[in-house]
């Protein structure tokens, strides 16, 4: 079964500073992806970064980067230069395919979210 | 702009009373999902739907119905045999099956027993 770890209780970080949100997962599947979601009080979920397990290289997208250690089973968001409304939850997922009658699917399976608060 | 809008905002239910919640997209997207978040926890996967008139269970599908007769819409009805509805209810959509395509979700609906 897929599982996803998030562990740390509420982040703080001055503003301009980086953080790092740690995520750990667990997967027999060699085949698959690891995403990032920001979600702000007002509830959507915002998209960020993606992995997927065959990457050689981290991602990154723009201040965001992804500190992926396979072996470690770990994929860590790094924000870098924090702003106020970096403010939010933040929830780390990975997808994974599962076969259905009619073919094949991806699923995401969600940690349950480390809040960040952006301090001025 | 294209995208996912999800209504109502805030939804009321009675007791013994079946509720739908309308999801709909202009992505093109042929994969639509929905998710259940409940305070302080991360998202869970109700129903999913890779194309038209074709969905499957999730994880949590009990006391709850779909169907997806458009690729635009994908409704959710959160029927009476669903003893606690109360939560924030994510409808998502993705291009296809590929694991490496990113969800994009909608605003979500708050759902409350009256």
């Known amino acids: 079964a897929q599982k996803i770890t998030q562990t740390q209780p509420g982040m703080f970080v001055q503003e301009k500073e980086a953080v790092t949100l740690d995520c750990t997962y667990d997967?027999?599947?060699?085949?698959?992806?690891l995403f990032w979601y920001k979600q702000p009080s007002s509830g959507e979920m915002i998209f960020l970064i993606y992995?997927?397990?065959?990457?050689?290289q981290n991602a990154t997208e723009g201040r965001y980067s992804l500190n992926f250690q396979k072996a470690r089973k770990s994929a860590n968001l790094v924000i870098s230069a924090s702003q106020l409304g970096d403010s939010a939850m933040y929830f780390c997922?990975?997808?994974?395919?599962?076969?259905?009658?009619?073919?094949?699917?991806?699923?995401?399976?969600f940690g349950k979210g480390i809040t960040l608060s952006v301090r001025p | 702009d294209g995208g996912i809008t999800q209504s109502p905002k805030y939804l009321f239910r009675k007791e013994g009373q079946n509720v739908t919640l309308s999801c709909e997209q202009n992505?093109?997207?042929?994969?639509m999902y929905w998710y259940r978040q409940d305070p302080g926890q991360g998202l869970r996967l109700i129903y999913y739907?890779?194309?038209?008139?074709?969905?499957q269970k999730g994880d949590i599908a009990e006391g709850y119905s779909v169907s997806r007769e458009k690729k635009e819409s994908f409704p959710l009805t959160v029927t009476s045999a669903q003893k606690n509805p109360t939560a924030f209810y994510l409808c998502?959509?993705?291009?296809?099956?590929?694991?490496?395509?990113?969800?994009?979700f909608g605003d979500g609906t708050r759902l409350s027993i009256l």
């Open positions: 992505l093109n997207h042929d994969a």
């Open positions: 997922a990975m997808s994974h395919r599962v076969r259905i009658i009619t073919g094949a699917n991806s699923k995401l399976t």
């Open positions: 739907s890779q194309i038209v008139n074709d969905f």
């Open positions: 997967t027999s599947d060699p085949s698959y992806g």
């Open positions: 998502a959509s993705s291009i296809g099956q590929n694991s490496n395509q990113p969800q994009h």
């Open positions: 992995q997927g397990s065959y990457d050689q």
